[in-house]
């Protein structure tokens, strides 16, 4: 007899998520996936100025901060068909780039590391057989004996305390851990150093984006930030200098710490090369322009779709074929429960049905979710550094084939250990070393740009409500570090008439759709196996492979109808 395992909440990710699957003969035969908070972001829009809507769409989420502003100011250039100035796409790029090498480094070492680390084995680690570890893998600093034997000592402090914070979030000790104590204290020194470098290389944010999380340097049109090589207070030599020096500190720490770590963990997890494939579709829309018009198709990273693991082809993309299902979400549609709605003409109708008691198992034949289930063609896909690696490796692009290339031959396997866990993980850190690379050209390019005297930083010409059409649809889009995100926006006499966001984890965690497909992490976890279902450490190992975002998935929370705050503009 199946028994149902529930996991709620599900920790190191953002937002609330609650997994139920059920078990038998040792593995997952069936698993359902609930976004557990209602989304209405949309909603506030409502009425608003598209002008402001990145402002305050860029508030769905703390963690990947830059991601719906840049989507959202492009749905809106769409829409009154705005061409940005070089400068402009130049200093968006970099902004976009170092959130998505933070983000990579943050998932693989604060996120997910735990799910393949166990803490307690480190503490039983030879501080100089771990040197000597480090020493055949990097060249990075903080290698010494001494190094390695205050990390135990400290992590040591954290156990005996009762308390051990940052690393308890975890299964310690269980069976399913492979690692060595010497790989264990290894990862767990560069969890330490992923925190200090995230607060240095996060500064970048700081100087194009005025602050972070939520830069505040966008606009409809361009950046606000100046660029005047003649200017302390604007873009000018000193401060690309130390841009640059930021970018170079990302690619430093991802080339000696990130990739070697990878490297180091994935041969004793190779069996996860055969785990978690889940729908088998994946899907990029394509980003970082290197081209200066509307609708340019010259992108860094290209757009497509790979269709049941078929690496020999790229299939195009067609925006009017996305759709979305609220069958088994907690919405209504005028249409009917059963109909695929397009974004653009999208609602969001909330209407809870779901169990009155918190610890009530799900109703799973009927609605179980805060979160809508997008389709392309009305087939399931998966989003995400796997999705865009996958498509560029299958469109010919040269780095993203080295990189991949270079990685399986490390780990002898073939490209199709790509689709699982273990490849959704490889793909984040490709993607991370790739996009660290680009960013030096981005920031050269920007450099050559300001010495040549282009100081142009916004297009201008279309500010002004009075020179709108009265109607206007727009599409922005944008690969955010978890994946393909879309935004549409409905402009009518100058105000938002309607706005819908389809975010990667929507893609990724929606629930079943009106055929009763299930969705990327429904079906991923079919077949896993569990060592101990009371510890279900092989559940998270997928579902976090994601990196799932559910803050963006599902945006509002208030169960009791009580008003938080008020928030009026004149």
Known sequence: MAERLVLDPVTRIEGHLRIEASVGDGQVTEAWASGTMFRGMELVLQGRDPRDAWLF????????????????VRAVEDALGITIPPNARLIRHLIA????????????????????VDVSSALAADPEATAALSRSITDWDRSGVEHFAAVQQRVQKLVDSGQPGFLGSAYWGHPAYRLPPEANLLAVSH???????????????AILGAKNPHIQTLLVGGVAHPVDPNSQNALNADELGFIASLAEDGLDFVRRV?????????????EWAGIGAGVGNYLSYGDFALEDFVGSDSVFLPAGRIVNRDLSQVLPVDMGQVSEYVTRSWYDYAEGDAAAVHPSVGETRPHYTGPEAPYSYLNVDEKYSWIKAP??????????PLARM?????????????????????????????????????????????????????????AANVGAGDLRIHAGSQWDPSTWPKEAVGFGSHEAPRGALGHWVRIADG?????????????????????????????????????DPERPLEILRTIHSFDPCLACAVHLLDATGKVVAKVTTQ
């Open 390 to 446: 996958l498509v560029a490796y299958a469109s010919g692009h040269q780095r993203v084939r080295e990189l991949v290339d270079l990685v399986l031959s490390t780990l002898e396997v073939g490209p199709e250990a790509l689709f699982s866990t273990l490849g959704r993980t490889a793909a984040r850190g490709i993607e991370a070393l790739l996009m660290a690379e680009k960013m030096g050209d981005w920031v050269n390019e920007l």
């Open 258 to 270: 990130y990739i070697p770590d990878l490297l180091l963990v994935a041969p004793f997890y190779k």
């Open 191 to 205: 969890y330490l150093d992923a925190l200090e470098f995230q607060r240095r290389y996060i500064r970048l944010h």
């Open 495 to 531: 105000k938002i008439a309607n706005y819908q966001c389809v975010v990667p984890t929507t893609w990724n965690a929606s629930p079943r759709d009106a055929q009763g497909q299930p969705g990327p992490y429904e079906l991923s976890l079919v077949g896993t196996p569990l060592a």
């Open 375 to 384: 389709r392309y063609e009305d087939v399931p896909y998966e989003v995400g």
């Open 97 to 116: 780039a170092a959130q998505n090498v933070h983000d990579h480094v943050i998932h693989f070492y604060i996120l997910h590391a735990l799910d393949w």
């Open 57 to 72: 769409t860029q508030r769905i989420c703390g963690v990947c901060t830059t991601v719906h502003a840049l989507a959202s």
